[in-house]
């Protein structure tokens, strides 16, 4: 059965990063939080809670629909799958996402798609994150 990532318990969340390291290290070979497909962020103000940018697994994805070479297509359960090779890193894709989730490699110029593979899960170090049956 399909699982998608959901944001389990956000106010258990000191910061640290872990969940967009290992996304990055998993899937791109890289250490730098630029390259993750999941963002902690901080609300800002006098608390400092933080807020997670996920993918939420769109059944019918407006990324994908965004997408002219259909190197996004709808994943079984929600979200999409990624073809890099037929990207063209038009971007379309990136003010498609209704929440935000999808940014740019700049380096590649690809997007950053998340997998909804849950090594950010296995990481966190307060259960803060959760891979859910759909």
Same mark, same amino acid.
């Given at each position: 059965?399909?699982?998608?990532?959901?944001?389990?318990?956000?106010?258990?969340?000191?910061?640290?990063?872990?969940?967009?390291?290992?996304?990055?290290?998993?899937?791109?070979?890289?250490?730098?939080?630029?390259?993750?497909?999941?963002?902690?962020?901080?609300?800002?103000?006098?608390?400092?809670?933080?807020?997670?940018?996920?993918?939420?697994?769109?059944?019918?994805?407006?990324?994908?629909?965004?997408?002219?070479?259909?190197?996004?297509?709808?994943?079984?359960?929600?979200?999409?799958?990624?073809? @890099?090779?037929? /990207?063209?890193? +038009?971007?379309? =894709? *990136?003010?498609? %996402?209704?929440?935000?989730?999808?940014? &740019?490699?700049?380096?590649?110029?690809? @997007?950053?798609? /998340?997998?909804? +593979?849950?090594? =950010? *899960?296995?990481? %966190?170090?307060?259960?803060?994150?959760? &891979?859910?049956?759909?």
């Amino acid at each position: 059965m399909p699982k998608i990532l959901k944001v389990k318990n956000i106010n258990k969340c000191i910061g640290c990063f872990e969940c967009m390291i290992a996304c990055s290290s998993l899937n791109f070979r890289s250490h730098t939080l630029t390259k993750s497909a999941i963002r902690v962020k901080t609300k800002g103000g006098l608390q400092s809670k933080f807020a997670a940018v996920i993918c939420v697994g769109c059944t019918e994805p407006p990324c994908a629909e965004a997408c002219p070479t259909e190197a996004l297509t709808p994943r079984l359960g929600g979200g999409v799958l990624f073809n @890099p090779t037929r /990207c063209i890193g +038009c971007e379309k =894709c *990136v003010p498609a %996402c209704i929440v935000g989730a999808i940014t &740019m490699d700049r380096d590649a110029k690809k @997007p950053i798609i /998340c997998k909804q +593979c849950g090594a =950010c *899960v296995q990481v %966190c170090p307060h259960d803060c994150l959760a &891979m859910e049956e759909v």
